[in-house]
């Protein structure tokens, strides 16, 4: 694996030491390291199955590691309960109240937490605004688009001022129009607020358009993590340049205005 830190001297904010994890005997994850650096968005690429949701639910804790730690500004949280993480999570599937408004989605969260109960709507309404959700405060959720759905649930974890959002694979339900704007609000949201974002997709394209750095994942294991650039010019392996790099070329023969030809 190569460049697993722009800066050296940056801390990470989020750290994966060592993972290991096996379902029914078979080891799904073998030893997995790498950082998130503060601010940073990191893109998890790799083919169905590989393990990546696997990855994501052991960073929140809704799974622990069979072996390795996970850290958060340096601290060892592995034990820790999901809800003390100070991570949130978005899910391909929404999971809101279809019963319920935009507006009471984004609250309901907030009604739990004690300094934010008094003040829950404004709240809730500056990150709907934040996602160009905030005219649709008094709608039923159920009349909404599949694209509308996923920015009031990303609403719905930015109000509570996670300091890291896991996104799994939020866009795959969406079409190219709905996938393409949200996009842009995620790299919007990652810019205002200074989030640590962590998304995993298996759409190439999609991991290189939005990713500070782009971690490549064959089956268990990590084959690169570096910026989009320097993977492109500099593939660590035949997996790489198979699965990542010919695969974009083919998609825009336009990357070869930036990349160096393919080896
Ligand atoms: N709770 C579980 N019990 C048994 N097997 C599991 C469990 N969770 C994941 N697996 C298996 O672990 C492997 C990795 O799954 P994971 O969902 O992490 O992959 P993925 O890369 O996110 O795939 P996809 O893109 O299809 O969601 C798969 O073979 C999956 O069937």
Do not use: W
Not at 44 to 58: A, E, M, N, Q, Y
Not at 209 to 225: K, T, W, Y
């Amino acid at each position: 694996m190569t460049g697993q830190n722009t800066d050296s001297n940056a801390a990470p904010k989020l750290s994966a030491h060592g993972i290991a994890k096996s379902f029914d005997g078979r080891e799904v994850l073998h030893g997995i390291s790498f950082d998130v650096l503060r601010g940073e968005f990191l893109s998890i690429l790799g083919p169905s199955g590989c393990g990546k949701s696997t990855i994501l639910r052991i960073l929140i804790g809704l799974e622990h590691p069979d072996a390795g730690c996970v850290l958060l500004d340096g601290k060892d949280i592995t034990d820790a309960a999901p809800s003390k993480r100070h991570m949130g999570i978005v899910f391909q599937d929404y999971a809101l109240f279809e019963n319920m408004t935009v507006l009471g989605n984004v609250e309901y969260a907030l009604r739990f937490d004690p300094t934010r109960r008094e003040c829950r709507t404004k709240i809730a309404l500056e990150a709907l605004a934040s996602l160009g959700m905030a005219d649709y405060a008094n709608k039923p959720v159920a009349g909404l688009s599949g694209g509308q759905m996923q920015r009031v649930s990303i609403a719905r974890t930015l109000a509570l001022s996670p300091e890291v959002i896991l996104f799994d694979e939020p866009t795959s339900g969406l079409d190219a129009d709905a996938r393409l704007a949200l996009r842009s609000q995620l790299k919007k949201i990652q810019r205002d607020h200074g989030t640590t974002m962590v998304f995993i997709t298996h759409d190439q394209e999609e991991a290189f358009a939005l990713a500070d750095r782009v971690m490549v994942m064959g089956e268990g294991s990590i084959h690169q993590l570096d910026e989009p650039l320097r993977i492109v010019e500099n593939p660590a392996d035949g997996y790489v340049r198979d699965f990542v790099v010919s695969n974009l070329k083919a998609k825009y023969d336009s990357l070869a205005r930036f990349a160096s030809p393919l080896r």
